[in-house]
């Protein structure tokens, strides 16, 4: 089935500690783009990146890393979680090259505590 | 600084229709989404308008004046489903998608 998963689904980690994001399309999107969603402020733009092989910080890029070594898989790193990391993080993809506009799809979200 | 207004919140009746306003204050516009959003899930699209004018599709309508900034989403004959979050999002000069906090709907019977 076409789309994004996001793994893992949820998970608990203590502050300090190093975590991985999983994010993966099969559509063949060209963009990828990783959110935060915390309540009452909406999706912020952490990271996205426009091709395989490039990436750029959108509005909320302090603590986080990511790459872009293919077209399917874009990983955000938290290098040293903090509390105020916790939140759901959304992975989204738009394919800009064949469409007239850039509606973006979104994976299922993780849901990250940090402690 | 970049903005996007809208509700935090409403209520409606099943049955009724309901308008959600979105005004808008960006460096630049190439276009404006309505997304959909059930609790604990991912938004999915709704809307795109680019254009002045009413876009219509099926119970959802979602209109746009580019001169005064705004947009609303128009849901009619509302179900228990249409319980959910409304968000709003633009297209800035950058090409880049500011998000609104979204207008949670609540649908009584």
């Known amino acids: 089935i076409a789309g994004i998963t996001q793994a893992p689904t949820s998970q608990i980690l203590a502050a300090g500690r190093r975590m991985t994001l999983r994010c993966t399309q099969d559509?063949?999107?060209?963009?990828m783009y990783w959110y935060r969603q915390d309540l009452g402020l909406g999706l912020r733009l952490i990271h996205y990146?426009?091709?395989?092989?490039?990436?750029g910080k959108g509005e909320v890029p302090d603590g986080y890393s990511v790459s872009r070594a293919n077209t399917d898989d874009f990983p955000l790193t938290l290098a040293s979680a903090v509390p105020s990391q916790t939140s759901v993080y959304f992975c989204a993809s738009s394919d800009s090259r064949t469409r007239s506009y850039n509606e973006q799809f979104f994976g299922p979200g993780t849901r990250l505590t940090v402690l | 600084g970049q903005n996007i207004d809208q509700p935090t919140e409403m209520t409606a009746t099943e049955g009724a229709i309901v308008q959600i306003n979105c005004t808008y204050q960006t460096s630049g516009f190439n276009g404006l989404f309505w997304y959909q959003q059930h609790a604990g899930e991912a938004p999915t699209f709704l809307s795109y308008?680019?254009l002045d004018g009413l876009e219509e599709k099926g119970r959802f309508s979602s209109f746009l004046s580019r001169s005064k900034g705004y947009s609303y989403l128009l849901l009619k004959e509302l179900q228990m489903k249409d319980s959910a979050s409304y968000l709003c999002a633009v297209i800035d000069s950058n090409y880049q998608l500011i998000w609104g906090a979204g207008t949670k709907l609540i649908i009584k019977p």
């Open positions: 990146s426009n091709t395989a092989g490039t990436t």
């Open positions: 308008n680019v």
């Open positions: 559509m063949r999107h060209n963009a």
